[in-house]
């Protein structure tokens, strides 16, 4: 009896004491999309990507490593806590150039500013 409650209790209480370990190395990310004259971008899809391994808190199960969301009306979108590390922001909309950039980020919060150009002209050679 007493060999099951160390096999059940052991598992138990080495998750519990990553939690606040892998807790204190999120951060929370906020994205500003606006056009090149400061006007908010809405509607414009944001995606979030990062490197990832495997996960104490969750067992071993792998864990999310990206999210897709649209701005609001204001060109904001406001993303769940991710780890801290190198992470990857790409930024599609409607009549703009796509925009992409990894940041290393290892600050708590942070809110990353995305001015997003017009699309060139085209030039043919023929």
Not at 31 to 60: D, N, Y
Not at 79 to 84: D, G, I, Q, V
């Amino acid at each position: 009896m007493l060999f099951m409650r160390k096999l059940f209790l052991a598992p138990l209480l080495s998750a519990l004491l990553a939690i606040p370990v892998f807790a204190g190395d999120l951060t929370k990310i906020r994205v500003v999309v606006t056009t090149s004259a400061g006007k908010p971008v809405e509607r414009a899809g944001v995606r979030v990507a990062f490197q990832s391994g495997r996960s104490v808190v969750k067992l071993g199960k792998a864990i999310r490593t990206s999210w897709e969301m649209r701005t609001t009306q204001e060109g904001i979108a406001e993303m769940p806590e991710l780890p801290k590390g190198k992470i990857l922001i790409q930024v599609n909309a409607k009549n703009y150039q796509t925009y992409g950039e990894t940041f290393d980020i290892d600050e708590d919060a942070r809110t990353i500013e995305v001015k997003l150009n017009r699309p060139q002209e085209q030039y043919s050679a023929h």
